[in-house]
Protein backbone atom coordinates (compact mmCIF):
# COMPACT_ATOMS: atom_id res chain seq x y z
CA UNK A 1 0.00 0.00 0.00
CA UNK A 2 1.58 3.21 -1.32
CA UNK A 3 1.49 6.19 1.64
CA UNK A 4 3.31 9.43 1.29
CA UNK A 5 2.98 11.60 4.81
CA UNK A 6 4.20 15.03 4.61
CA UNK A 7 4.92 16.92 8.48
CA UNK A 8 6.84 19.87 9.24
CA UNK A 9 4.21 22.51 8.59
CA UNK A 10 3.19 25.19 10.67
CA UNK A 11 3.05 28.85 11.11
CA UNK A 12 5.82 31.00 10.67
CA UNK A 13 6.91 34.89 10.77
CA UNK A 14 8.61 36.48 7.14
CA UNK A 15 12.17 35.43 6.92
CA UNK A 16 11.52 32.64 8.62
CA UNK A 17 12.52 28.89 7.93
CA UNK A 18 11.28 25.63 7.99
CA UNK A 19 11.22 21.61 7.06
CA UNK A 20 9.23 20.11 5.47
CA UNK A 21 9.18 15.78 5.40
CA UNK A 22 7.61 13.19 3.41
CA UNK A 23 7.93 9.76 4.87
CA UNK A 24 7.70 6.97 1.95
CA UNK A 25 5.97 3.77 1.73
CA UNK A 26 4.77 0.82 -0.11
CA UNK A 27 7.39 1.68 -3.39
CA UNK A 28 10.82 1.17 -4.02
CA UNK A 29 11.35 5.14 -3.16
CA UNK A 30 15.03 4.87 -4.93
CA UNK A 31 13.84 4.01 -8.51
CA UNK A 32 11.18 7.14 -8.48
CA UNK A 33 11.80 10.87 -8.83
CA UNK A 34 10.11 13.18 -6.41
CA UNK A 35 8.52 16.72 -6.22
CA UNK A 36 7.23 19.28 -3.72
CA UNK A 37 3.48 21.66 -5.01
CA UNK A 38 1.64 23.88 -3.27
CA UNK A 39 -1.82 25.16 -3.13
CA UNK A 40 -2.47 29.04 -2.08
CA UNK A 41 -6.43 29.46 -2.06
CA UNK A 42 -8.16 30.53 -5.03
CA UNK A 43 -4.75 29.21 -7.12
CA UNK A 44 -3.77 26.33 -8.88
CA UNK A 45 -1.34 23.72 -7.76
CA UNK A 46 1.85 24.58 -9.00
CA UNK A 47 5.12 22.74 -9.22
CA UNK A 48 7.53 24.12 -6.47
CA UNK A 49 10.63 21.48 -6.39
CA UNK A 50 11.68 18.32 -8.11
CA UNK A 51 14.36 15.84 -7.00
CA UNK A 52 15.23 12.97 -9.41
CA UNK A 53 15.60 9.23 -8.11
CA UNK A 54 18.93 9.64 -7.10
CA UNK A 55 19.14 12.82 -5.86
CA UNK A 56 21.63 14.05 -8.77
CA UNK A 57 19.47 16.93 -10.33
CA UNK A 58 16.87 19.11 -8.93
CA UNK A 59 14.69 21.55 -10.47
CA UNK A 60 12.71 24.82 -8.37
CA UNK A 61 10.32 27.24 -9.91
CA UNK A 62 11.70 30.65 -10.13
CA UNK A 63 9.57 32.18 -6.93
CA UNK A 64 11.51 29.67 -4.76
CA UNK A 65 15.29 29.73 -6.25
CA UNK A 66 17.60 30.28 -3.92
CA UNK A 67 15.51 30.49 -0.78
CA UNK A 68 13.96 26.62 -0.94
CA UNK A 69 15.86 22.81 -1.10
CA UNK A 70 14.62 19.99 -2.13
CA UNK A 71 16.56 17.03 -0.62
CA UNK A 72 16.47 12.97 -0.19
CA UNK A 73 17.67 10.24 2.01
CA UNK A 74 16.62 7.07 -0.15
CA UNK A 75 17.95 5.16 3.04
CA UNK A 76 15.30 6.67 5.16
CA UNK A 77 12.73 6.83 2.52
CA UNK A 78 12.12 10.48 2.76
CA UNK A 79 12.14 13.62 0.80
CA UNK A 80 12.43 16.81 2.50
CA UNK A 81 11.74 20.55 1.55
CA UNK A 82 14.08 23.06 3.59
CA UNK A 83 12.12 26.74 3.13
CA UNK A 84 14.25 29.60 3.99
CA UNK A 85 13.73 33.38 3.92
CA UNK A 86 9.98 32.76 4.07
CA UNK A 87 7.44 35.04 2.45
CA UNK A 88 3.25 35.35 3.18
CA UNK A 89 2.78 34.41 -0.54
CA UNK A 90 4.73 31.11 0.48
CA UNK A 91 1.57 30.35 1.90
CA UNK A 92 -0.42 27.51 0.93
CA UNK A 93 -1.15 23.59 1.32
CA UNK A 94 1.89 21.93 0.77
CA UNK A 95 1.93 18.44 -1.29
CA UNK A 96 4.54 15.37 -2.04
CA UNK A 97 4.48 13.79 -5.14
CA UNK A 98 6.18 10.61 -6.16
CA UNK A 99 6.06 10.00 -10.07
CA UNK A 100 4.65 6.58 -9.57
CA UNK A 101 1.71 5.31 -11.81
CA UNK A 102 0.40 6.67 -14.58
CA UNK A 103 -0.83 10.31 -12.76
CA UNK A 104 1.65 10.34 -9.98
CA UNK A 105 0.43 9.63 -6.32
CA UNK A 106 -0.01 12.17 -3.56
CA UNK A 107 0.32 13.03 -0.23
CA UNK A 108 -2.09 14.79 1.93
CA UNK A 109 -0.57 17.69 2.05
CA UNK A 110 0.31 20.25 5.22
CA UNK A 111 -0.51 23.77 5.71
CA UNK A 112 2.28 26.30 5.44
CA UNK A 113 1.26 29.85 6.84
CA UNK A 114 3.47 33.01 6.67
CA UNK A 115 2.37 35.95 9.04
CA UNK A 116 3.14 38.38 10.98
Known amino acids: QVQLVESGGGLVQPGGSLRLSCAAS????????MSWYRQAPGKERELVAH????????NYADSVKGRFTISRDNAKNTVFLQMNSLKPEDTAVYYC?????????WGQGTQVTVSS
Open 97 to 105: KANLFARGY
Open 26 to 33: GFTFSRYA
Open 51 to 58: ITSTGGST
